[in-house]
């Protein structure tokens, strides 16, 4: 049986009743702030909206534009493309953020050494390194650049730096033939520097991971020259 109220709790208004009222008055009393709290909301929200579109239009469109360098860059050609490069500068400068951007940079280096532009080269090899970062950049890719930037320097006949370079590959990527070829190069260059005895070691270095016969004979034969060379130096001093 339904308890009965008395006439006091008749003339009182119920809970739900007094809540009910006290929102509706802040709600009156506040609706400029709230009406303004509410647009600040919907902006946060299409602004979001608008940068992920904006996002995924600005990454497609560099994408187009490095769609068509790449076409532009004919590996079998011996003319280095002017359409790829100017394509591919104009991606990295209308799109820097882009994904695809530290790419652009070294596909520039490699169309700059191809024509014989050694300090543009170096350039664009450097911002590939510097923005290709983190988790995203791939040690092959990487080992490449600084392979890239080597000769780059040793055509500069910057050695102390074509070295270093050589040296930066090599620690990226631990292959083994990988690891002698860039021994093998690195001995080139500390000859070129006159360091004769750095050379042959890591021309010996070299012919330890060497899986090619061609290359571990040539090596040998300039270890042989070597010799012969230091013999020669040392039968005229003592004369």
């Given at each position: 049986m339904a308890k009965k109220l008395t006439k006091k709790q008749l003339k009182e208004p119920d809970?739900?009743?007094?809540?009910?009222?006290?929102?509706?008055?802040?709600?009156?009393?506040?609706?400029?702030?709230?009406?303004?709290s509410g647009a600040v909301l919907l902006a946060a929200v299409l602004a979001a909206a608008g940068y992920a579109y904006y996002e995924r239009s600005y990454e497609t469109k560099a994408l187009e534009l490095y769609a068509v360098a790449a076409k532009a860059a004919d590996p079998s050609s011996r003319i280095v493309p002017a359409d790829a490069v100017r394509t591919y500068e104009?991606?990295?400068?209308?799109?820097?953020?882009?994904?695809?951007?530290?790419?652009?940079?070294?596909?520039l280096g490699n169309l700059r050494y191809d024509a014989k532009e050694y300090d543009r080269a170096v350039e664009a090899y450097e911002r590939y390194i510097d923005g290709a970062s983190g988790k995203d950049k791939d040690p092959f890719m990487l080992s490449l650049a600084y392979y890239g930037m080597a000769y780059s320097f040793e055509n500069m006949k910057d050695?102390?730096?074509?070295l270093e370079a050589f040296q930066r590959s090599a620690e990226v990527n631990e292959d083994p033939p990988y690891r002698a070829m860039m021994d093998r190069n690195m001995g080139r260059v500390c000859e070129?520097?006159?360091?004769?005895?750095?050379?042959r070691e890591y021309y010996e270095k070299a012919l330890v991971n060497l899986k090619d016969p061609l290359m571990e004979q040539i090596i040998r034969v300039i270890l042989a020259r070597m010799e012969e060379s230091a013999a020669e130096k040392n039968s005229e001093k003592a004369s």
């Amino acid at each position: 049986m339904a308890k009965k109220l008395t006439k006091k709790q008749l003339k009182e208004p119920d809970e739900f009743q007094n809540v009910s009222m006290k929102v509706l008055q802040f709600v009156v009393k506040n609706r400029n702030r709230l009406y303004l709290s509410g647009a600040v909301l919907l902006a946060a929200v299409l602004a979001a909206a608008g940068y992920a579109y904006y996002e995924r239009s600005y990454e497609t469109k560099a994408l187009e534009l490095y769609a068509v360098a790449a076409k532009a860059a004919d590996p079998s050609s011996r003319i280095v493309p002017a359409d790829a490069v100017r394509t591919y500068e104009e991606l990295v400068t209308s799109y820097p953020r882009s994904d695809v951007a530290p790419l652009a940079y070294y596909h520039l280096g490699n169309l700059r050494y191809d024509a014989k532009e050694y300090d543009r080269a170096v350039e664009a090899y450097e911002r590939y390194i510097d923005g290709a970062s983190g988790k995203d950049k791939d040690p092959f890719m990487l080992s490449l650049a600084y392979y890239g930037m080597a000769y780059s320097f040793e055509n500069m006949k910057d050695y102390s730096k074509a070295l270093e370079a050589f040296q930066r590959s090599a620690e990226v990527n631990e292959d083994p033939p990988y690891r002698a070829m860039m021994d093998r190069n690195m001995g080139r260059v500390c000859e070129s520097m006159g360091n004769l005895v750095t050379a042959r070691e890591y021309y010996e270095k070299a012919l330890v991971n060497l899986k090619d016969p061609l290359m571990e004979q040539i090596i040998r034969v300039i270890l042989a020259r070597m010799e012969e060379s230091a013999a020669e130096k040392n039968s005229e001093k003592a004369s």
